[in-house]
Structures are given as structure tokens and as C-alpha cells.
């Protein structure tokens, strides 16, 4: 197998479901004691949360794109950034290495078009929901997508990082996400993507009448399959 890069901690929650995830897939395709040979690296999340708040992204760019630098010098053979808002900075890991660059938007992308869908309802941070570099992305495999109004967005984005990274669930916060999603479908959307790799930690298939893409479930097999080649 291959070795895969991992750049995480942005949060660790969901960094952990992504170790994890990884490896059952390694496991129920190959059997036996096989799992999957991985390097990670780990950021503090409160300097990124910092950096992206701050405006900071330059910053942020340069920090990413030594990271990548180090795990493949270190043996990587694919990097996988298990973030969603922080593909934002895709551009500048992707120069700076020679190893593939396994983007969450695409993988989440060709798995809802392999589906049959067109028309997507996506939840995030308020960076994936209202700035071009994940929306485009998406855009790029024919995909029309639809984000919740400024007012549910930013209760979306709130609940993220003041419950989600900090690992706290809420019902009160799982029937917000509910409507927001109920919303999106009245709108148009015929699936929900997952945008943010830890809201997956709050709601899932059974929170709404349509299809859910859970990106950090897709971006971890995507990931693995990789792997195994």
C-alpha cells in the first residue's frame, strides 16, 4: 500500500473520524489485520481559527504548504487536507508538492453525480458556504449549488466552532440544522452535502427527506481506496 499524508487537527474531532474511517475501509477491503500506512501531522486548531478570522490566509498558505512539503519528504504519497474550509489554500499545497493532492470537493463532487443528482444543498463554515473556492469547485462537475439565507448561515457557522470542534452535541443545535436543511430542500436541493468535517458529529441520513453526502466519510475512502491502489 501506499502511504497517505494526512494534515489535520482543524479540528481533532473530526481528524479522529478520519483515521478511522480510513482504516475500516483498508480492513473491509483487504481483510485480515491490514490497515492503512499513514503519516499525520496535527495543527493546534486555535492558531488556524485565529488565521482565518484574522484574514491571515497568506499565512495560513505558507504554514499548509511546508506541511505538505514535510510529509512527503517524510514518505507521503498523497496528501489529504481533512478540512473542507481550509481546501480554501488547495492552490498553494498543490504547488508545493509532487505527490497527488486528493481534494474533498471533487471526491465529494463525482460521488453525487455517480448518484445522479444536479441540484445540492451545502452546509459549512460561512468560508464554504459564501466564498468561491468550494462552491466553484463544485460548480466544475456540473453541480448547481444552493447555501441557507445570511441568518442561517451564520447559526450553521456558529455552531461548528462554538459546539461541533469542541465536541459538543446539541439537540437544540441538531433541530436547527434540521430546519436549515428542510429549507434548502424546499428550495430545490435533491441531496445535502455534509460541507464540514464535523457536522457528521450532529446530523446524518436520518435528519432530512433527501440524500446526505457526508464529506469527511467520502474525502476517508477516497482516501484509502488511494491507498490500496
Same mark, same amino acid.
Given at each position: 500500500?501506499?502511504?497517505?499524508?494526512?494534515?489535520?487537527?482543524?479540528?481533532?474531532?473530526?481528524?479522529?473520524?478520519?483515521?478511522?474511517?480510513?482504516?475500516?475501509?483498508?480492513?473491509?477491503?483487504?481483510?485480515?489485520?491490514?490497515?492503512?500506512?499513514?503519516?499525520?501531522?496535527?495543527?493546534?486548531?486555535?492558531?488556524?481559527?485565529?488565521?482565518?478570522?484574522?484574514?491571515?490566509?497568506?499565512?495560513?498558505?505558507?504554514?499548509?504548504?511546508?506541511?505538505?512539503?514535510?510529509?512527503?519528504?517524510?514518505?507521503?504519497?498523497?496528501?489529504?487536507?481533512?478540512?473542507?474550509?481550509?481546501?480554501?489554500?488547495?492552490?498553494?499545497?498543490?504547488?508545493?508538492?509532487?505527490?497527488?493532492?486528493?481534494?474533498?470537493?471533487?471526491?465529494?463532487?463525482?460521488?453525487?453525480?455517480?448518484?445522479?443528482?444536479?441540484? %445540492? !444543498?451545502?452546509?459549512? *463554515?460561512?468560508?464554504?458556504?459564501?466564498?468561491?473556492?468550494? +462552491?466553484?469547485?463544485?460548480? =466544475?462537475? &456540473?453541480?448547481?449549488?444552493?447555501?441557507?439565507?445570511?441568518?442561517?448561515?451564520?447559526?450553521?457557522?456558529?455552531?461548528?466552532?462554538?459546539?461541533?470542534?469542541?465536541?459538543?452535541?446539541?439537540?437544540?443545535?441538531?433541530?436547527?440544522?434540521?430546519?436549515?436543511?428542510?429549507?434548502?430542500?424546499?428550495?430545490?436541493?435533491?441531496?445535502?452535502?455534509?460541507?464540514?468535517?464535523?457536522?457528521?458529529?450532529? %446530523? !446524518?441520513?436520518?435528519? *432530512?427527506?433527501?440524500?446526505?453526502?457526508?464529506?469527511?466519510? +467520502?474525502?476517508?475512502?477516497? =482516501?484509502? &481506496?488511494?491507498?490500496?491502489?
Amino acid at each position: 500500500m501506499q502511504t497517505i499524508g494526512l494534515i489535520g487537527g482543524m479540528s481533532w474531532e473530526s481528524t479522529t473520524l478520519y483515521y478511522k474511517l480510513i482504516n475500516e475501509r483498508v480492513r473491509d477491503r483487504m481483510g485480515k489485520l491490514h490497515s492503512a500506512p499513514l503519516l499525520l501531522y496535527s495543527y493546534d486548531f486555535e492558531d488556524i481559527k485565529q488565521m482565518q478570522y484574522g484574514g491571515r490566509w497568506s499565512e495560513a498558505a505558507a504554514s499548509l504548504a511546508e506541511v505538505a512539503r514535510r510529509l512527503e519528504g517524510a514518505g507521503a504519497r498523497a496528501i489529504v487536507l481533512c478540512t473542507n474550509t481550509m481546501h480554501k489554500l488547495a492552490p498553494d499545497i498543490v504547488s508545493s508538492v509532487t505527490i497527488p493532492f486528493i481534494h474533498i470537493g471533487d471526491a465529494t463532487a463525482q460521488r453525487i453525480r455517480a448518484r445522479g443528482y444536479r441540484r %445540492v !444543498g451545502l452546509l459549512g *463554515t460561512r468560508f464554504t458556504m459564501e466564498e468561491d473556492f468550494y +462552491i466553484d469547485r463544485l460548480r =466544475a462537475h &456540473d453541480l448547481d449549488v444552493l447555501v441557507p439565507p445570511p441568518e442561517a448561515r451564520a447559526d450553521v457557522n456558529r455552531i461548528i466552532y462554538d459546539e461541533l470542534c469542541l465536541g459538543v452535541v446539541a439537540d437544540p443545535s441538531r433541530r436547527r440544522y434540521r430546519e436549515v436543511m428542510a429549507a434548502l430542500v424546499a428550495a430545490g436541493a435533491e441531496c445535502i452535502i455534509l460541507g464540514c468535517t464535523e457536522i457528521t458529529m450532529l %446530523v !446524518g441520513p436520518d435528519d *432530512t427527506s433527501v440524500e446526505t453526502f457526508d464529506t469527511t466519510a +467520502i474525502h476517508a475512502e477516497t =482516501a484509502a &481506496d488511494f491507498a490500496i491502489g
